[in-house]
């Protein structure tokens, strides 16, 4: 096994805001600590925090505001410092919004000789007025205090470039993107899961004959509800049996419209199953896995939805675009645009052999390029070498070959 060489192990500290995120490095902790490292991982205090023990991290709880709140920003950032101050780390990876920013600049601020600032989107393409001029500035020093920033996708590498928010030299995408990859055989068809799924449908009141468009995440403005209800209200003139199902829940932040939501939960044929930790059944429930979203990094729903076979409609948002083979594995759509989402769904609902033929390929490109094992190599060695690049921490000989 590939392992950094030197007379010591090589310490990483990992930093998000919140510990949801945590999830991020399931497997890719296991990963570094077998290829040599000691790893710590820091986000604010929450029950996912210390998930990674198992895999052998450390823990520290260091609490971050998601929103834009100075005065605790201010004492974010001094502890971060304070931490990497005592812990000397070599390697500082920090990522989603505020982590990013106060990770990477309390990294630059301790002397960390090695920072990465993992971007996972660009919040600021949806923001207006004051919010968007102070997320422009984060996003900028971010990626000016981090040595490396590693894009999730290609279209935001490219956007972050257009927007100016960072060099080209500096900016990378590992691979083809995606910051952990999909555990695919959990996702991929079998008796079991069509079991499961046979018997989540009669759990959710959802008839055997009728076809199911489905939704996995939040509800927000930005994830596209709106456009989505509205293309279902649409569907159904066509198809009156269609359900849709919305695997998720509605959130405080980034809210849909009032009178939408009314409408979506006074809808007899949307079924909303709330927080749901293991998806994988539910994907086996539908036609078509829909994200009809205005932004994203590079989004873990598409994937896991073709790695069950299921074809996806999504749109041409940043990171979106790079998470579908338009015409192969699913189709791409206007963002903002309910009549074309309509119509692609309808051509997809009206033809079974098509939606076969797309989640056959689906299925065998997530397997080729987005397996968990071969994402999460990439990453480490792409770690390893921007560390050995410039310190006497050298990687053994063998990477990239």
Known sequence: MNSLSGSRRPKLIYVVTVSVSVGFFKGQVANMVGRGWDVDIVSSEGPELFAMHAEGARSFAVP?????????DGVSL????????????????AGTPKAGLLGTLAARLAGVPHVVYTMHGLRLETALGLKLKVLKIAERVACHSANLVHCVSPSLRARAIELGLVQPDKAVVVGSGSCRGVEVDRFHASLASRQKASDLRLKLGIPQDAPV??????????????????????LREHHPNLRLLLVGDFEAGDPIAADIRRAIEGDAAVIRTGFVADVASYFHIMEICVLPT?????????????AAGIPVVTTQATGAIDSVLDGQTGLIVPVGDAIALSAAMDRLLDDP??????GEAGRA????????????????????????RESGLSCDKGYGE
């Open 294 to 306: 205005y932004r994203e990094g590079f989004p873990g729903v598409p994937l896991e939805a073709q």
């Open 353 to 358: 052999s098509l939606r076969k033929r797309m």
């Open 78 to 93: 001094w502890r971060l410092w304070r931490l990497f101050r005592r812990t000397r780390p070599d390697l500082v990876v």
């Open 213 to 234: 468009i489905g939704f996995v995440g939040r509800f927000t403005r930005d994830k596209g509800i709106a456009e989505l209800y509205q293309a279902f209200i649409s």
């Open 64 to 72: 971050m505001e998601r929103e834009i709140a100075p005065l605790k």
């Open 365 to 388: 490109w997530v397997d080729a390029v987005f397996r968990k094992e071969i994402v999460q190599a990439a990453i480490a060695q792409a770690y390893e070498q921007q560390v050995s």
